[in-house]
């Protein structure tokens, strides 16, 4: 039994295999990366920002190019700001996740944290 259980971590180990892809210069100015790192916590309970992540979430999950990595990222809204954490599958699947956010809350700054992992 300890055999087995080694030889499928050895095998999960093996097979793990991540690339962080840098996070490009995108030439929208609301779109940024963000300095200091916004945790599920700092959401904030106002209805206006409630209702931004939800419409948010709700663009992603309708979206079928997207893989469930992708529509499974934190969505963290405080005021003005959307902040999205998180890693996706592809650098196409990032940009339509920040171009998502980005339609979806037209007055709010969008701070990019999403990783690409392969």
């Known amino acids: 039994m300890k055999s087995w259980l080694m030889v499928l971590a050895v095998a999960a180990l093996t097979t793990i295999n991540v690339v962080v892809a840098k996070q490009d210069s995108t030439p929208n100015t609301r779109v940024v990366s963000q300095g200091d790192q916004r945790t599920v916590g700092d959401q904030s309970n106002k ?64 701070y990019n944290q999403i990783s690409v992992v392969r």
Do not use: C, F, Q, W
């Not at 992540?53 to 529509?71: C, F, G, Q, V």
């Not at 809204?77 to 339509?96: C, F, I, M, Q, Y």
């Open 47 to 110: 209805p206006s920002d409630v209702l931004t992540s939800k419409r948010i979430r709700t663009e992603l999950m309708n979206d079928t190019a997207l893989s469930m990595k992708a529509k499974n990222i934190k969505i963290i809204t405080v005021n003005n700001g959307v902040t999205l954490k998180g890693n996706v599958e592809s650098a196409d699947e990032r940009e339509r996740v920040l171009k998502h956010a980005y339609l979806t809350a037209p007055k709010h700054k969008i």
